[in-house]
């Protein structure tokens, strides 16, 4: 993983319980509102570039079949 030269911090949230905790937070604060996270950091989570292509693919088929 990529960090930060200065105080070794990973560029990207590590795949762990903790990080989950934290976006179940961020999910939790949004889930009554038009806000819609994706991506690696609105998922809070590293993503391979597909994996990202691939989220954003199917939530933007997903909000076009609800139109």
Do not use: F
Not at 8 to 36: C, F, M, T, W
């Amino acid at each position: 993983c990529m960090c930060s030269k200065a105080d070794d911090e990973p560029y990207y949230p590590i795949n762990n319980p903790e990080n989950e905790r934290i976006y179940q937070g961020y999910a939790d604060a949004v889930k009554d509102s038009r806000l819609h996270l994706c991506g690696r950091l609105g998922l809070y989570r590293y993503l391979d570039m597909d994996d990202c292509i691939e989220s954003a693919l199917k939530m933007a088929d997903e909000w076009c079949t609800r139109l």
